[in-house]
């Protein structure tokens, strides 16, 4: 056999061998702070990446704030250390005024599936600030959902003004304020430092959502809740890089693109439904005492539904928004609209997750 002869059956066995192999997978490294213990992940993230795997793509999830957590994740995506990031976008204000807006809007409406719909639209149909500021950091959105309302947990009894004055409390952004304006003193405090503080005594109280009193062991400590939604936290952003999307294929992108609005429903539902099942766990293995809220406080809850709007026109102004104050109407408005889409589908999932796919998700390219 000729040295030609040998270098073309080299070369074909190298081309078949190449063949047969399977192609390899495109790594998407995803940073968060939540636990791989967190409600959303059997539910929601893991069967995302699952999906996702059958396109060839690879999510590796890094825990627990391993990467990053909270503020951190904008530069880590411009910097190359994550491709793709899940905040609370509280956590990075002077970065994301015009996201930050929507956030600071909780008593708007209480519906966090509502709220989903509306966190998302607000922000990735026509809010030039919103694409601008992440621009900063080459990221965009990739979606958005909202948590169910927040609730004071506390380690004594907490039902009234008098009660509540001189409470120090775990607490970010809008609530902050408004807890100061009833007599409580605001400690700016990640969730993920919440339990410490608490053993500690560093702080009195704490405000998160309900599933957090299981996520977080809060109920160690917070033996009592007052019984009062005191607004929903509609700024939760999964951000992922602009380079990162720019490389890969078109049936990577059309398969991402198909399950954003699915990942975002699925996150939205998880923690509405496992908040009734903290709650009833927090009373019967914890000894968790729910408490009425007595006259003063809920007319004071009440009186922040006025006042909020304004308030957060003006913190918009300060930290740059652009045009908050036909953004807030804009906000009100797609409140409404969504309160009327999510009465027609009754609750039903798939029918929400094409509604938000039809009026936002097919509507918005990276």
């Known amino acids: 056999m000729t040295r030609t002869t040998l270098a073309s059956t080299a070369a ?11 192609a390899l997978a495109t790594d998407i490294a995803y940073a968060t702070h939540i636990p791989s213990t967190n409600v959303t992940v059997d539910v929601a993230l893991q069967p995302w990446a699952d999906r996702l795997e059958e396109a060839g793509l690879d999510i590796n999830f890094f825990w627990g704030g391993t990467v990053a957590k909270h503020a951190a994740i904008p530069p880590a ?70 948590l169910p309302s927040q609730y004071l947990m506390c380690r004594e009894p907490v039902s ?17 304020r408004m807890l100061a304006k009833w007599g409580a003193v605001p400690v700016a405090m990640p969730v993920t430092d919440g339990y410490e503080a608490l053993e500690r005594g560093q702080v009195d109280c704490t405000t998160g959502i309900m599933t957090f009193i299981q996520d977080y062991s809060w109920w160690d400590s917070t033996k009592y809740v007052l019984d009062m939604p005191l607004g929903v936290f509609a700024g ?10 720019e490389s890969l ?17 699925d996150s939205g539902f998880a923690y509405s439904d496992k908040s009734e099942e903290a709650k009833q766990l927090a009373i019967s ?10 006259d003063d406080i809920k007319a004071k809850l009440e009186e922040a539904r006025v006042a909020e709007r304004a308030e957060n026109l003006e913190q ?15 906000v ?12 027609e589908t009754g609750g039903d999932k798939a029918a929400f997750i094409e509604a938000m796919e039809r009026e936002i998700y097919s509507k918005v390219q990276p």
């Not at 939760?236 to 999307?245: D, E, F, H, P």
């Not at 009100?332 to 009465?343: F, G, H, N, S, T």
């Open 160 to 176: 009234s003004l008098a009660e509540l004055e001189g409470k120090k409390v775990r607490v970010t952004g809008v609530l902050g």
């Open 332 to 343: 009100v408005a797609l409140a409404e609209k969504w309160q009327k889409i999510v009465d």
């Open 249 to 265: 294929s078109e049936e990577e992108q059309a398969a991402m693109l198909a399950e954003r609005a699915r990942m975002a429903a």
């Open 12 to 22: 074909g066995l190298a081309l078949s061998a190449a063949a047969a192999a399977p």
């Open 316 to 330: 918009s102004q300060k930290l740059g928004a652009k045009d908050p104050e036909a953004r807030i109407a804009n």
């Open 285 to 294: 293995e914890h000894g968790v005492t729910f408490l009425e809220p007595a």
């Open 77 to 146: 995506i411009r910097d190359g250390l994550a491709d793709m990031g899940f905040m609370a976008d509280l956590y990075g204000a002077q970065d994301l005024p015009n996201s930050v807006l929507v956030t600071n809007l909780p008593l708007v409406n209480l519906d966090p599936i509502v709220m989903t719909a509306v966190a998302a639209e607000a922000r990735m149909l026509g809010c030039e600030g919103c694409e601008e500021e992440l621009e900063e950091f080459g990221a965009f959105y990739y979606n958005v959902f909202s």
């Open 236 to 245: 939760v952003l999964t951000l992922m890089s602009q380079s990162k999307w």
